[in-house]
């Protein structure tokens, strides 16, 4: 019984010594020994492996299921303007003119939103084109060879029983350290060294975290980096962005306070560092939010405000409506797209569907946390241009930049009923399609077109 619990301790303290001296260390000073590279490599050739397999599978067995495409309906790129104009064009007689038979394609329209509309399908995991080994990130599994079958068994393995028990002490580690480190940091009078140590302590323990994650981080024109004084704004798509973005500089979060071991962390933190935290009564007064944050952005010494202005977390294929509130502040916007690689495991938060707890932990039994931050040039509103305006310019940017669809909906219809005023925008907008804005110049364009032809 001695010699079992001589081997226990054995092999704990090798344990151990790994996750400190080749993990955690290299994590407090930003380094790495390239051993995730590694890891990324040997798991794309493993990946790229299990998609020609399946491949050659389907082709072997006739009878076997096709896996479904992401996508239900197929649409055509155009608004839904360019589309109307470019079907009455095609008529012989009374071009750019009103015809019953519109009505066929406005039941068309309505047809496809009631299937597949563009605002749920935001809020529900993406099904991969090709299997990453993950069974719930393809419902369409089946059994396709024997090896295929042993290499996810080896995966399942290695993820649960090797990588997590790494991932959550690491993790572990970093938010004690957080919560311990910011309490000690805030009973440090107000000077340059505090805000240098609190500085110092946020960086090292969200780089910890991000190794429990093992995120690979690939960043993009730092020289865009957001300053002090002004406001990061950034897509949503997971809790976990926080974690990204500090790794490569601190900000003062914004946010509602919360309990349990997320309020825990909310109070140490902002001991050390200018957080701005608000309660659900304060978070309804529009006036009482953007006058704290106006007086933060004041003071130029401050750390950069991080703000997520959808509100709510997108499956990372698109960028939804940005709140105006964080452009109506002032001051200088710093863009930032964020895009996850979902080969190596699926990143987006569904709060719907999984609590916090059960969310880290399909998180941290993916393979990998792979993404790409840009940082894009500061934007300042233009003149003549309101908050409204100013927030779609940036989205606009970030999602071009990110790849992602550019959508105009608000994700708080992920929680709440369409609004009575975004109902009339969109029947104008019908409106306008039915009567027929600029008849006169579209009538002339169609004839136009006819004799181009």
């Not at 009564?281 to 952005?297: A, F, I, P, Q, W």
Request: aromatic content about 10%; hydrophobic content about 40%.
């Amino acid at each position: 019984m001695e010699n079992l619990w001589y081997v226990a301790g054995t092999i704990f303290q090798l344990w151990m010594s790994v996750v400190v001296f080749f993990i955690m260390l290299p994590a407090m000073f930003g380094l790495s020994l390239g051993v995730t590279e590694v890891y990324i490599q040997v798991l794309v050739k493993i990946l790229e492996w299990a998609t020609l397999r399946i491949q050659r599978g389907q082709q072997e067995q006739p009878s076997a299921p096709i896996p479904l495409h992401t996508g239900i309906i197929e649409r055509v790129g155009g608004s839904m303007e360019e589309e109307m104009w470019q079907l009455r064009c095609s008529r012989p007689e009374a071009a750019g003119a009103f015809c019953l038979s519109d009505g066929v394609y406005f039941c068309m329209k309505g047809l496809e939103s009631i299937v597949e509309d563009q605002v749920t399908q935001r809020f529900s995991s993406e099904e991969l084109a090709s299997w990453n080994l993950l069974t719930r990130t393809n419902q369409n599994f089946y059994y396709i060879s024997l090896r295929l079958t042993i290499i996810w068994g080896l995966g399942v393995f290695v993820r649960y029983c090797v990588l997590l028990p790494f991932r959550i002490a690491l993790a572990s580690t970093g938010i004690s350290w957080l919560v311990i480190g910011t309490c000690v940091v805030g009973f440090l009078p107000e000077s340059s060294a505090k805000n240098w140590l609190s500085e110092l302590v946020h960086l090292t323990c969200y780089r910890i975290c991000a190794r429990g994650l093992s995120a690979t981080i690939h960043y993009h024109n730092k020289e865009n980096r957001p300053q002090k004084g002004g406001i990061c704004v950034a897509n949503h798509t997971t809790p976990i962005d926080v974690v990204i973005l500090a790794n490569d500089g601190c900000y003062a979060m914004v946010g509602q306070t919360h309990g349990g071991l997320l309020g825990i962390l909310q109070k140490s933190m902002v001991r050390s560092c200018p957080h701005v935290w608000f309660e659900r009564s304060e978070m309804k007064d529009r006036n009482t939010v953007t006058r704290r944050l106006r007086h933060h952005v004041a003071a130029k010494t401050k750390l950069p405000i991080l703000i997520f202005p959808e509100g709510t977390c997108v499956n990372n294929t698109s960028v939804m409506m940005f709140k105006k509130g964080s452009f109506e502040i002032g001051g200088t916007i710093y863009p930032v797209a964020i895009k996850y690689d979902r080969r190596f495991g699926d990143a987006f938060w569904n709060s719907s569907k999984y609590n916090m707890v059960s969310y880290l932990l399909r998180t941290m039994t993916s393979w990998a946390i792979v993404v790409n931050v840009w940082y894009l040039p500061p934007m300042t509103i233009q003149d003549g241009e309101d908050a409204a305006q100013f927030a779609n310019r940036v989205k606009s940017v970030i999602a071009h930049q990110g790849g992602l669809l550019d959508l105009a909906w608000d994700g708080g219809l992920k929680r709440y009923k369409v609004k009575d005023s975004l109902k009339e925008e969109q029947q104008k907008m019908y409106s306008n399609i039915i009567v027929g804005q600029n008849h006169i110049r579209n009538t002339k364009t169609c004839s136009e077109t006819r004799e181009d032809q």
